[in-house]
Structures are given as C-alpha cells and as structure tokens.
C-alpha cells in the first residue's frame, strides 16, 4: 500500500511540474536537473519500437544507468539538445544506456519522417518511436523534451523537464557512472 501511494504521489508530482511548462521552457545555461527524491519503487514500463520496428521496452534497458530523453523533431528546444546528447552518448554509451523516445504521433512524426531526421542529423544514439504513445501516457508527458535519469535498477533518480543544456547533461551523467560503481 506505501509502493502504491508512492507511486501514486510521484505520478502526481510529475503531472503537476508539467503543467505549468509548455516546449519552449526557458533554461539557464548551467542549471542541474530538477530532484525528485529518492525513491525504491520502480518506475512504470513501457514498449517503445526501434527504427527496425522491433519492441523495446523500459524493463530491457534495466542494468546500466539509464537515461530517457522525450523529444519530437518538430520541438525547437528538443532539436537544440540533440547535439549534447549525441556528443555525450559517444562518451557515455559503453556505461550508460540511452533512450531517445520520439513522440510518433502518426501526424507531425511518423517513423519515416524520424529516421530521415536521424540520418540527415547524423545522429548516433539509439532512438525510439512511441507510436502507441504507451510512454508518453506511462509518464504524464504533455510537454517536451523530457529527460529521466534512472539509476540501475530502475529507480527515478532526477529529471528535467525542458531543454537540458550540455553542462546539466554531463554533470548527471557523471553522477549517475559515479554511483553506478
């Protein structure tokens, strides 16, 4: 009963820092990641597709520190972070793992419009379409980009809700390799 209202009062504490910012949040240049505190209860799966069409879900990624970046190529903001967090996958990727989750709406995203954005991009993280948008409702997701940071065994540990400046980026991930020893 304690897990469930844990839960219950994380979910609402997320849904209520989202709706006050919209996908145009402003952000300081060197702020960190928003703290939701410590918490042991794990975090709501969801299935997502790779630009292969095969399933993923959360749960898979579990092992690593993990890091969920919410985003659409129609966002100004998540375009503008796209490149941190290309950057400091190729630097982090071999300790943490990274889920760039495309809100794949079937109108302003489709699977074939973000895979031509990856590619003309270049972009080298592994990205994934949530076309059943099973993630976006899992988390309340009403305004992008959203990042989690999710320890190794799948506890919330921060996130960030609008753009993320490469500063914040590279002082979570460090946190997360850090405490992942």
Excluded: H
Excluded at 41 to 62: I, Q, R
Excluded at 127 to 151: H, K, Q, R, W
């Amino acid at each position: 009963m304690i897990k469930k209202l844990t839960a219950l009062f994380l979910a609402v504490l997320l849904c209520i820092s989202l709706i006050g910012c919209g996908s145009t949040v402003k952000e300081e240049a060197d702020t960190t990641a928003e703290t939701t505190g410590e918490s042991s209860d794990k975090l709501p799966d969801f299935k997502v597709y790779d630009m292969d069409g095969k399933a993923v879900t959360l749960y898979e990624s579990f092992g690593k520190p993990l890091v969920v970046n919410f985003w659409a190529t129609w966002c100004p903001p998540c375009k503008a972070e796209m490149p941190y967090f290309d950057e400091l996958y190729k630097e982090y990727g071999d300790r943490v793992d990274f889920m760039m989750v495309n809100i794949t709406d079937g109108q302003r995203d489709t699977t074939a419009s973000v895979k031509a954005f990856i590619g003309s991009n270049k972009y080298s993280f592994p990205v994934y379409c949530d076309s059943e948008m099973s993630a976006a409702m899992a988390y309340g997701v009403n305004s992008i980009p959203m990042t989690l940071f999710i320890d190794s065994e799948g506890n919330l540990i921060n996130y960030k809700v609008g753009a993320i400046s490469e500063s914040a980026l590279e002082s979570m991930l460090l946190k997360m390799t850090e405490e992942a020893k």
